[in-house]
Structures are given as C-alpha cells and as structure tokens.
C-alpha cells in the first residue's frame, strides 16, 4: 500500500447532485423512453460540438456501425484504421462488412500516422477512420485534406475526445460523420451512450432511422435497423454532464499539468505530448515507459501500492487474436512498440493534489525498486 493507506481509482465518474435531480425529474415524469429529452440533448451535443445535427445510440459501438452504414459503407470495402486503438474502431468496420486495413500510429501522440497512411490508400479504401486517441487530437487539418484529395469518406471516432480541440476546433466537426461514447468511465458519460454528430442532415437521418427498426410511420419498416435507442434518463445525465464538460475537462488538464512538472526529470518516463495546435483532454494521461521490463514492473508495483493503473492497449489490433483469426499480418511497428511501453495512470477531475503527490511518490518509489540499472 502507499504511505497513506489509500486506494486510488483509475476513472471515477462526477455525478453529483445536479446529476442525480435530473435523474430522478425524468423517472417521475414518467417518460423513460427515448422522447424530448434526448431531443435536446442531440441538439445541444451539437450546438456544444459546433455540427448541424446529431443523433443520440446507446453506445459508441453502435454509433460507429451506424455511421458506417449511414455513410454508404459495405461490404468489400476497405476502411483504414489506425493500428492502435480500442477495438471498437476496428470491429465497427467488420460488423459493417466490410475490411478494416490497419494503419500505423505516430509514436509522439498514439494518432494516425500519416506517411502511413497515405501508403495504405488503393482503389478498395473507401473511408478513414481517424481516432483522437486518449483525448489528444489527430491533424485533421491535415487529414481532411487527405480524405477530400482522395475522395475517401471521413470518419472521426472521438470517444475519447468530448471537448478536444484541434486548431481552435472541436474534433467531431471536421469530418463526414463523427462519434462520441458516453460510457461510464469517459471525459462525460451517460453510464452507456453514444453520439453520432454531422453537417449532413441525411447522414444523421438515416442513423435515426437505422436506430429505431428503419421505422417510417408507426409499425411501418423500410429499413434493416434495430434498436439502438439512448433512454430519456440517459439523456438527462447527459444534459447536466455536458454543461460542466468544459470544466471537467480544465480539471483534467490542470491534473495533468501537474503530472508533466512533476515527472519531467524521472528516469525512463516520457510524459504525454500535447502539439501547440491542439487542445488534449485528457481521457488518458499515457506515459511511455521507455523500458518494457520496467514498464511491466512499474504496473505490479503500482497496483500493489492502491494505485489503480492500465494499459492501453497491451496489443495493437493487428495482434488481437481476432484479428490473427482474420489472416491479419504483421504490420505498424510503432503500434507495437507503444503497447509494449504505454502506462496510464488516473487522471480524473476526482483527484487530489495528495492523491497525485501520492502517485509520483509511488512510481518514484517503484522506478528505484525494480527499473534502476
Ligand atoms: C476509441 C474508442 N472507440 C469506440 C469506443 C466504443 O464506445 P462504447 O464503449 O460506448 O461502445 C470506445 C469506448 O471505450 C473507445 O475508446
């Protein structure tokens, strides 16, 4: 355990007061269903994302696959992904039918490697799939040109990302259709939930449509769908999380501005990198452990001392066993060094100033038991 006898969580959800009366407004209004109140929080999703139209799912997952489908994806085509990402990014595409084709990352911030990139587009590639990893914006500037010079469909995953900016805009707003994730753990959250925001009204139509059994007028169907529906008491929480996102997010921030100062000098630790064009949010504040034995102790070490840490991610996606299954081959050597070296350590607007005292305490404490030479 570490000096003072505390456990330290790695995600830690801000539900307070506010949260819980909108709550429990929308359980006695007796409306549980989707109705106004997810209206409103489409609408003001988009307002804060700076898009046209939004359309709430109940979950990332299912906002991809829907967007993806409502962007004419299907099967055969070929989508680029970055390598390294949670397995949504990926698994989206293939629920779809068609190929995700991995793409390496760069090693500065976990994102989309564009040299890569632009070597991977053939004739199948009909979209990218850009994933603001970790809160840390991809160059959209440099990768909407990319999409509009190759005619190829643009698709943001910015789950990670709720309020990241890149070049004083916030990602969700570059691309042909964009998708948030309100799971428990994220920068807002819902408990689960989604949201696919985009300028296009038909894209977002036929996501709404595809949400809700392609239904055209009562119990008439002109679509394969499903239900994907976010509740009304989902959206409530939404509302309220939104409202404090900004300062949920400046929280963040400041916690990890902290944690830059304060490790900057520690031995075989890189802290995260934020580009002078970007606003990182900080989802996960990912150290690179520049040793992979001394990455792997640090986490035992950690964990033993009360302080929950993670690994995002111990495999790139080319390296799942799915993935293997699929016939995947070795690519995107980047991706695999980084899941070999990355750390992440709590980094929600919970924390402490003792909590982070405690934290650099431990990993200095740990660096000196089991990585010194
Ligand atoms: C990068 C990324 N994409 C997609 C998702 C899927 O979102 P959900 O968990 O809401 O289905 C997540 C969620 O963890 C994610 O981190």
Not at 48 to 66: D, E, R
Not at 71 to 93: C, R
Not at 251 to 256: E, L, N, T, W
Not at 328 to 343: D, F, K, P, R
Request: proline share 3%; hydrophobic share 40%.
């Amino acid at each position: 355990m570490n000096s003072l006898g505390k456990r330290i969580k790695m995600f830690e959800p801000v539900i307070e007061d506010e949260d819980i009366e909108a709550v429990i407004r929308v359980l006695k209004s007796g409306w549980l269903a989707h109705g106004p109140e997810v209206e409103a929080f489409e609408q003001e999703f988009a307002e804060y994302i700076g898009v046209k139209y939004a359309a709430a799912v109940s979950n990332g997952t299912v906002g991809l696959m829907l967007a993806l489908k409502a962007l004419g994806i299907k099967n055969g085509d070929v989508v680029l992904v970055p390598d390294y990402t949670f397995i949504a990014s990926a698994t989206s595409v293939l629920m779809m039918g068609a190929r995700p084709r991995f793409v390496d990352v760069d090693v500065e911030t976990f994102n989309i490697d564009v040299e890569d990139l632009l070597s991977k587009i053939d004739d199948k590639v009909k979209a990218v799939m850009v994933v603001h990893l970790f809160g840390h914006p991809a160059d959209m500037k440099v990768l909407k040109e990319i999409a509009e010079d190759r005619k190829l469909i643009l698709i943001e995953d910015a789950a990670q990302a709720h309020g990241a900016e890149a070049y004083g805009r916030k990602v969700g707003s570059f691309s042909d259709a964009a998708v948030f994730s309100f799971y428990a753990t994220k920068n807002m959250t819902t408990g689960e939930g989604g949201m696919v925001v985009s300028d296009k009204k038909e894209v977002i139509e036929k996501v709404k449509l595809l949400r809700n059994h392609g239904q055209i007028a009562r119990y008439v169907h002109a679509e394969l769908g499903g239900n994907y529906r976010m509740t009304s008491i989902q959206a409530a929480l939404g509302r309220i999380q939104l409202k404090k996102l900004d300062k949920l997010n400046s929280m963040r921030r400041s916690v990890a501005y902290k944690y830059n100062e304060l490790l900057k000098n520690v031995d075989y630790i890189k802290t995260p990198v934020e580009k002078p064009w970007a606003k990182h949010v900080y989802h996960i504040y990912a150290l690179k452990i520049v040793d992979s034995i001394c990455r792997d102790s640090l986490y035992n070490c950690l964990t033993s001392k009360g302080i929950e840490v993670g690994i995002h991610y111990p495999l790139p996606l080319h390296k799942q066993p799915l993935f293997k299954s699929l016939g995947y081959e070795e690519c995107c050597a980047n991706a695999s060094y980084l899941s070999s070296v990355e750390l992440s350590i709590p980094v929600h607007p919970k924390l402490t100033d003792e909590d982070i005292n405690i934290i650099i305490e431990s990993i200095r404490e740990c660096i000196e038991a089991y990585c010194s030479k």
